[in-house]
C-alpha cells in the first residue's frame, strides 16, 4: 500500500518561508512522478508543480516559479516544496500526489498528472497571514 504523507504547513506571516514535506512509503518504483497541488477555500484546485523522482528534473508553474522550489532526499523517499517570499493568497491546503505508470522516464507533465494521478496525500494546511 502506498502512502503520501505531506507535513510542514503551519500559520506564517507574509514574506516568511516554509518548507513542506511529502513522505512517500509503501511499495515504491523508480519512475516517480510526484506533484505538488494546493486548494483555497472556494477555489478550483492548482497545479504548482512537479518531480520525477528518478529524472530528478523539475518544474513548478511560471507563476510560482520565482518563489517556489520543489526538490527531493531519494534516500528518504520524500519530496519538498520550497516557499519563499509568501502572500496572503498562499493560503491553501497544499497536496502531494504520485503517479508510478504513467510516466516511465519521460517528463512529468502537470497537467497530464491531474488526470493520472494514483495517490494522494491528505494534505498540510498553509495559512499567510498579511
Known amino acids: 500500500q502506498v502512502q503520501l504523507v505531506e507535513s510542514g504547513g503551519e500559520p506564517v506571516q507574509a514574506g516568511g518561508s516554509l518548507r513542506l514535506s511529502c513522505k512517500l512509503s509503501g511499495f515504491l518504483n523508480s519512475n516517480q512522478c510526484v506533484g505538488w497541488f494546493r486548494q483555497a477555500p472556494g477555489k478550483e484546485r492548482e497545479g504548482i508543480g512537479t518531480i520525477h523522482t528518478s529524472r530528478g528534473d523539475t518544474y513548478v508553474h511560471e507563476s510560482m516559479r520565482d518563489r517556489f522550489t520543489i526538490s527531493q532526499n531519494n534516500t528518504e523517499n520524500t519530496v519538498f516544496l520550497q516557499m519563499d517570499s509568501l502572500k496572503a493568497e498562499d493560503t491553501a491546503m497544499y497536496y502531494c500526489?504520485?503517479?508510478?505508470?504513467?510516466?516511465?522516464?519521460?517528463?512529468?507533465?502537470?497537467?497530464?498528472?491531474?488526470?493520472?494521478?494514483?495517490?494522494w496525500g491528505q494534505g498540510t494546511q498553509v495559512t499567510v497571514s498579511s
Open positions: 500526489a504520485a503517479d508510478f505508470s504513467s510516466f516511465g522516464g519521460r517528463f512529468c507533465d502537470i497537467t497530464l498528472l491531474t488526470s493520472t494521478v494514483q495517490y
